[in-house]
């Protein structure tokens, strides 16, 4: 019998380590004191078969390599932030998050804060335990306030369920939820950011932090909210711009805040909001209650038992559930149709509720589930996060979000030997993207049915113009003034002096200031720029 050494790094729940005690190929090392000392870890990781962590260690590079008979690493919990997931994809480690067990314990935190910056009840109890009877801490009701969400994910989902029945009027800002979801879930829809924060009395966010959602809440962007509004942030520290929020608090913009997250945590002295007037802080509780913890302890021990016994990969951030011989066949499709819908997502409409997958020729021909679940991976990456998505949740993420999936299949060849196709599309527009290899490597052959050729990688720059002469040298021109490299270019038209395409395959991404100036020259008529990293 093959005997399996599981390390516990971080502490989880009881009945989860009972769990994995009790199956007798299993030695269970709970070991509590690792945390910073990597030395250490690399010694009691040595002849580990599993390792289960929580936030507090960091599984380096240098503990995946120390760690020779590792096969699985368990995150209790949502982020794989203190893994690294490349080192472990590379030594053949799965790992294995827990997305959903959190997710109403973080809802009911970030709406307690709500209601304890509506009533001011911390300050309220400052006073009381200084030996004040003071009753100056006069609060604001929440009924009939419009609350806006920004993110409607499993979180925001269920703060909607709370708002709802303390009869608040719930609107959201989610460039990924479609209009049937939204109409379900008994919130209103708003298609501009700005238009929701200009509506609302109280903000909460529960998006994922990234280059597009850093500082969402600006200075700018909350001095265009009503006078007073109330802003709960429990979902990442960055979402909002901590400094502009602690001017804003003290200029009485802002009426109030609550915050859980910070962009440096923990806080340090000097940390701008720590002065600031009508605020409630808690230090990044969202996730702690014994019921989150019970459930992902419980979880994680549940999906690492399962890996080591039986080989199934549930949840899985790096590794998709197949055998063998079907990853031979599918393997070089698996990570081209990932890239597919990471470039699809760039271009997409706004509100697209529908996704398709068209394969033909050879590819056609094969079970093409998991090169299906890459793409609907690369194309929510960008809403949901790439930490919570993944091969085995990307079908139900889409569902969340109301986002319809459909594949198809034509075993005949097309002009291509093998030809993956992905459309999104909304009722009155769609994007197509279609990717074929070329002597076994990956092309993009068709952009919105023009045809095209480009290697995906990089950053890819396209620009749709009316067709006239003059539109490539002035494109050249903007860009090598901004040292801006084109590697390679592709050139397409429907008909002469109709519309025509240019795909510019770049060296370096180009910055916002630079599309700007591209946007201006005359007969431009859309620029998208998509990053494939």
């Given at each position: 019998m093959t005997r399996h050494k599981i390390l516990i790094a971080d502490p989880i729940s009881q009945t989860g380590i009972d769990l994995l005690k009790a199956e007798p190929s299993f030695e269970v090392e709970v070991n509590l004191g690792l945390k910073g000392k990597e030395a250490e870890f690399c010694a009691a990781a040595k002849d580990a078969s599993a390792i289960i962590v929580r936030s507090g260690v960091k599984v380096?590079?240098?503990?995946?390599?120390?760690?020779?008979?590792?096969?699985?690493?368990?995150?209790?919990?949502?982020g794989v932030d203190n893994i690294d997931?490349?080192?472990?994809?590379?030594?053949?480690?799965?790992?294995?998050?827990?997305?959903?067990?959190?997710?109403?314990?973080?809802a009911e935190h970030a709406f307690t804060l709500m209601l304890s910056l509506a009533r001011k009840i911390p300050q309220a109890h400052a006073s009381i335990v200084s030996g004040k009877w003071d009753?100056?801490?006069?609060?604001?009701?929440?009924?009939?306030?419009?609350?806006?969400?920004?993110?409607?994910?499993?979180?925001?989902?269920?703060?909607?369920?709370?708002?709802?029945?303390?009869g608040m009027r719930v609107i959201a800002y989610d460039p990924y939820l479609t209009a049937n979801r939204a109409q379900m879930l008994q919130v209103e829809l708003f298609d501009k950011l700005d238009d929701a924060?200009?509506?609302?009395?109280?903000?909460?966010?529960?998006?994922?932090?990234?280059?597009?959602?850093?500082?969402?809440?600006?200075?700018?962007?909350l001095r265009r909210a009503k006078k007073g509004v109330r802003v709960i942030n429990c979902a990442r520290g960055g979402l909002v711009d901590d400094n502009a929020l602690a001017k804003l608090l003290e200029e009485g913009q802002v009426g109030g805040a609550a915050v859980d997250v910070y962009e440096v945590e923990p806080p340090p002295a000097d940390y701008p909001l720590l002065k600031a007037p009508n605020i409630v802080f808690t230090p990044h509780l969202g996730a702690s209650t014994e019921e989150a913890q019970e459930s992902v302890g419980i979880e994680i021990a549940e999906q690492v038992k399962n890996n080591l016994l039986q080989g199934t990969v549930v949840n899985a951030v790096n590794m998709p559930n197949v055998d063998p011989k079907t990853l031979a066949e599918i393997g070089p499709f698996l990570r081209f149709g990932e890239i597919l819908g990471r470039l699809v997502s760039q271009i997409a409409p706004a509100r697209a509720d529908r996704l398709k997958v068209t394969y033909s020729g050879k590819l056609?021909?094969?079970?093409?589930?998991?090169?299906?679940?890459?793409?609907?991976?690369g194309y929510l990456e960008k809403p949901i996060g790439a930490d919570q998505v993944n091969l085995i949740n990307a079908i139900s993420t889409a569902e969340s979000l109301g986002l319809r999936f459909t594949e198809s299949h034509l075993p005949e060849p097309t002009e291509f030997a093998d030809l993956i196709e992905v459309q999104v599309s909304n009722p009155d527009h769609s994007a197509v993207i279609s990717g074929s290899f070329f002597g076994g490597d990956p092309r993009i052959v068709k952009i919105n049915g023009r045809r095209v050729e480009a290697k995906p990688e990089g950053t890819l720059l396209l620009l749709e113009n009316i067709d006239r002469p003059g539109m490539i040298g002035a494109y050249g021109t903007i860009l090598g003034k901004n040292q801006v490299n084109i590697a390679n270019m592709s050139l397409s038209r429907n008909q002469e002096g109709g519309t025509a395409l240019t795909l510019l395959s770049l060296d370096t991404t180009p910055s916002d200031a630079v599309i700007s100036e591209l946007e201006k020259v005359e007969g431009v008529k859309r620029?998208?720029?998509?990053?494939?990293?």
């Open positions: 380096t590079a240098k503990v995946l390599e120390a760690a020779e008979k590792l096969m699985v690493v368990g995150r209790a919990g949502v997931v490349p080192a472990a994809s590379k030594r053949g480690v799965v790992v294995m998050n827990t997305p959903g067990g959190n997710t109403v314990s973080t009753r100056k801490f006069q609060g604001t009701e929440i009924n009939k306030k419009t609350l806006a969400i920004l993110g409607m994910g499993r979180i925001g989902t269920e703060f909607a369920k709370r708002a709802t029945a303390f924060v200009a509506e609302a009395d109280f903000i909460t966010l529960h998006m994922p932090l990234s280059s597009e959602t850093k500082h969402m809440l600006s200075e700018e962007r056609g021909a094969l079970d093409t589930t998991l090169v299906s679940r890459g793409v609907l991976k620029i998208h720029c998509m990053a494939l990293a």
